[in-house]
């Protein structure tokens, strides 16, 4: 059975099967990310490092200070072996107190070592977080139409965190044992170039290990991500929609679903955590198991008269850095795949383009505004569906001041019109126009300053009513929202609410009714004092009582704006001072509700079934 999808936008949450289509997508995507081998997308740290480059050249400054502290100790340890008990002893208390020097300022040097990398790597966070979420709000309604709002937030929080591990802890841990080896080394050259020339022969031995199971790490840890980040996304859509979890008795089954996938994230981890460990175990056994060979040769010529035991024991610190150092890169790689797999998802938003953006040299809107739209031959389809149109052919045109009323069946393209005007989306042929400007031609901030929306969902915030008025003009007063308040029926509620104005109203406002939701978005909706008025469905959640008196704040509000409504009630749509009626994405008619019904067409045969009830 083939089930056609509907001509209206879709939602993520009203998609059937679309989570398992994504979880698929994703999965596939995970697969094409693991095969990269290479460590590059954390180059895009680099812009955002550089803005802070004195920050980090402090950083490294104390990282050089505080590496050039732990190899002294095994200087001032030689000396004060060597020279310490000669003269009866008495050279033993100067060269402890060097050590012990030597100790305090390597405390000193960890301390703002770890101060500066920490701060650094916080800060350069902080502006990856800032600039990931700029990048998610200004991409459009086609990017969400293909990728989970879970999956999003998973790449801003938990691979971000992964990031921020690296940045904060690993990196410091990294640079600072890769500085130990490479500084020791130079030592144990100094110290005995033949000893030395030893260690390096178990070099090889321990690259081996390292690049043979990091590969299979790093991929495993993809995937890993891959299938949490799935788990995520489909524990954000049961818990936005706990209620109908509920309501159909899917609880068990959602919990079932949820435990698979964290099961099987689970399950690749443990791959991931065999893989490393028996990398690390590898690792340690060559380390150790050549420096004690190297170390009982050591022993040899101390015997012989050819090394001095403070030389020996200098030798034996430098090996144990050195080797200490090794082992810990091997470990801090593993972390460094981690977050190139996470970066690589982040850099993959970082890089998503909308394909709705103002032009270089935007047209600007005539002010004061007019209040005028048009659309002229329209053909429009959504992403991914070309050969389902929403809209064929369409064209509308309403006067500054007019107040028009779309109506036809569900599935007729009517908010698609909405989306347009709001440039949502672009046509594929054909002219959108707000004050005789070409809206592809203009800056879609200020196409949309022109508009204020009342959708039928009418999505709230988890702020106070304050705020949520607010957000449609954010410079409104306390006194204007209250007039707004009032004239869309709200007032009465919102003063009855523990804190007044001021009440949190839970996520999404779910403390509200739908009918309250619904006038407070028609509140936020007046105070934006936009030109044109949208309407969809606007009374759509409110009872007959309320539906006439918040009518009369929108006929008051009609007054002075253009007005573009989608509605079913009658109240409504003979207020229009004209109705186009619509049916699959076409105007099949308009004219007055007088007119329409004369003619006993679709607008006719809708207004016996539909306004019957009213």
């Known amino acids: 059975m083939t089930v056609s999808p509907p001509t209206e936008a879709p939602s993520v949450s009203d998609r059937p099967g679309a989570g398992a289509l994504l979880i698929e997508q994703m999965g596939e995507a995970g697969e094409r990310r693991a095969k990269r081998k290479d460590i590059r997308p954390l180059g895009r740290l680099l812009p955002y490092l550089m803005q802070h480059k004195l920050d980090a050249l402090i950083a490294m400054g104390w990282l050089l200070l505080s590496t050039a502290a732990s190899l002294g100790l095994t200087v001032t340890a030689r000396g004060a072996i060597d020279n310490g008990f000669e003269d009866s002893g008495r050279q033993l208390d100067l060269w402890f107190l060097v050590l012990g020097a030597n100790a305090l300022f390597l405390g000193l040097a960890s301390a703002c070592r770890y101060f500066y990398v920490t701060k650094t790597g916080e800060r350069v966070i902080a502006d990856v977080r800032k600039g990931l979420f ?3 709000l200004t991409l459009d309604p086609s990017f969400y139409a293909q990728m989970r709002t879970g999956e999003v937030l998973s790449r801003l929080t938990t691979d971000i965190a992964l990031v921020e591990t690296l940045l904060t ?24 170039p033949k000893l030395t020339g030893l260690v390096l022969l178990i070099v090889p031995l321990l690259l081996g290990p390292i690049f043979l199971f990091g590969r299979k790490v790093r991929k495993l840890t993809v995937a890993s991500q891959d299938r949490f980040a799935n788990a995520v996304g489909f524990a954000g859509e049961s818990v936005d929609a706990i209620e109908t979890v509920q309501a ?28 490393r460990a028996l990398m690390t175990a590898m690792i340690i056994v060559v380390t150790f198991g050549g420096v004690t060979l190297v170390l009982w040769l050591g022993a040899q010529d101390v015997i012989s008269g050819t090394m001095t035991p403070g030389t020996l024991l200098q030798f034996v610190l ?52 007019l209040g005028e739209v048009s659309m002229s031959a329209v053909d429009f389809a959504y992403p991914g569906r070309p050969d389902l149109p929403a809209l064929k052919g369409f064209s509308m045109t309403v006067r500054p001041g007019e107040t028009v009323a779309l109506v036809g069946p569900s599935g007729a393209g009517k908010s698609t019109v909405f989306r347009l005007l709001l440039r949502f989306y672009d046509p594929q042929s054909g002219l959108v126009s707000v004050d005789g400007v070409d809206v592809r031609k203009a800056d879609p901030v200020e196409v949309r300053d022109r508009f204020a929306w009342v959708s039928q969902e009418a999505p709230l915030f988890s702020g106070s009513a304050l705020e949520n008025i607010r957000f449609g003009r954010e410079a409104a007063t306390e006194a204007e929202a209250r007039e707004v308040a009032e004239e869309a029926q709200a007032l009465a509620f919102i003063d009855a609410l523990p804190e007044g104005f001021n009440t949190p109203l839970g996520e999404r406002g779910k403390s509200l009714s739908g009918g309250q939701r619904q006038r407070l978005a028609i509140a936020r909706a007046l105070v934006r004092d936009a030109p044109i008025l949208l309407l969809d469905e606007a009374t759509s959640a409110l009872d007959a009582e309320n539906e006439r008196l918040v009518q009369v704040a929108l006929d008051q509000a009609m007054q002075s704006r253009t007005t573009i409504v989608i509605a079913h009630r009658l109240a409504t749509v003979l207020r229009a001072d004209r109705i186009v009626v619509m049916e699959n994405g076409q105007v099949v008619d308009q004219g007055t509700h007088g007119e329409l019904v004369a003619r006993g067409g679709l607008y006719a045969r809708l207004a016996k079934l539909q306004f019957r009830a009213d």
């Not at 802890?169 to 005995?192: D, E, H, W």
């Not at 959602?254 to 893989?275: N, Y």
């Open 134 to 136: 700029d990048r998610i």
């Open 169 to 192: 802890t690993s990196v410091s841990f990294a640079l600072r044992n890769f500085l130990t080896l490479i500084g020791g080394l130079i030592l144990l050259f100094v110290v005995s």
């Open 248 to 275: 159909f008795g899917r609880v068990d089954s959602a919990i079932a679903r949820f435990s698979a996938a964290v099961e099987g994230a689970f399950g690749v981890s443990l791959k991931r955590m065999r893989a």
């Open 318 to 369: 430098l090996s144990v850095f050195a080797a200490g150092a090794v082992g810990a890169l091997g470990e801090s790689w593993g972390d460094v795949q981690k977050a190139a797999g996470a970066m690589e998802r982040i850099d993959e938003l970082m890089r998503a383009e909308a394909s709705i953006a103002a032009p270089a040299h935007p047209v600007a809107l005539p002010s004061p505004p």
